[in-house]
């Protein structure tokens, strides 16, 4: 853990405001495995066959483009779009009838719901649910977002859930985390100080949850071996300010017990 340069404690905040696709689900393993369809048709000696890094670095840029391009398309769709201009990029897009091609875009763009959780997600949303308000923020759908809840996250209680649909826009755009601090005041009597915003993506969460004043925590996962969400040493300039920093939401769930735990005694 690092020390925290916002002067506060895990037993400082009111609620935990958190990224769900990397920070609680797998989505890179979700998102390689949904690919199969387009790495299945890559001829063997294509460099891109069966690389997991170079597919899931394509999808990342892309999604951000198309992101950018239409912040106020619904998630699944908009997935349907990185799907077929991935397609296009690895040249096989001519290969697949535009039947097919419609059903693998629609596939990809609903198969959210099935992406895996990590394995110490659940229980340690249910220590943390004892202990704060749970809040998602995330760029996806409102279908995407309870099946993820109800399949993966077995049915984990949020006290609130803020998605990119209802908000009109995607992160990493300020307007996500300004309505999810206006929100969370109205419905929760919760201020901006007392959230603490936990997420694995540095560019879409830690950078612009800095620049909204709100306190963050750093969930590594895989920490520089992963390919979406930034690596800690690009952003060496001040764009991001971590309170708390931990391998895995496990950890910080130990950690927050422990906290409380003290502060009773």
Not at 34 to 43: A, G, I, Q, T
Not at 73 to 102: C, F, H, P, W
Not at 133 to 155: A, C, F, M, W, Y
């Amino acid at each position: 853990m690092t020390s925290s340069p916002f002067n506060v404690t895990l037993t400082s905040f009111k609620a935990l405001s958190f990224d769900v696709y990397a920070t609680l689900i797998d989505w890179e393993t979700g998102i390689f495995d949904v690919l199969s369809p387009l790495n299945d048709r890559l001829p063997p000696e294509h460099p891109c066959k069966g690389d997991r890094k170079t597919l899931l670095q394509m999808y990342t840029r892309l999604e951000g483009e198309l992101e950018h391009q239409h912040p106020d398309m619904r998630y699944n769709s908009l997935l349907g779009l990185v799907y077929k201009a991935i397609a296009t990029e690895l040249e096989v897009v001519d290969a697949i009838s535009d039947d097919q091609m419609t059903k693998e875009m629609d596939a990809f763009g609903n198969s959210v719901g099935s992406w895996p959780a990590f394995p110490d997600t659940v229980a340690a949303l249910r220590t943390l649910g004892k202990y704060y308000k749970l809040v998602i923020l995330s760029n996806v759908d409102n279908e995407n977002i309870e099946q993820t809840r109800t399949g993966p996250l077995d049915s984990t209680h949020f006290d609130a859930i803020y998605t990119a649909q209802e908000i009109g826009s995607y992160k990493p755009d300020l307007r996500n985390f300004e309505y999810m601090v206006e929100h969370a005041k109205k419905e929760m009597g919760i201020g901006r100080e007392q959230i603490l915003h936990t997420a694995q993506a540095l560019r879409h969460d830690h950078v612009p949850a800095k620049k909204a004043g709100l306190a963050t925590c750093w969930i590594e996962r895989r920490g520089d071996e992963a390919v979406i969400g930034g690596k800690i040493a690009d952003f060496v300039n001040g764009e991001i300010e971590l309170a708390f920093r931990y391998e895995t939401l496990g950890a910080m769930a130990e950690a927050v017990e422990k906290a409380f735990r003290d502060e009773r005694r």
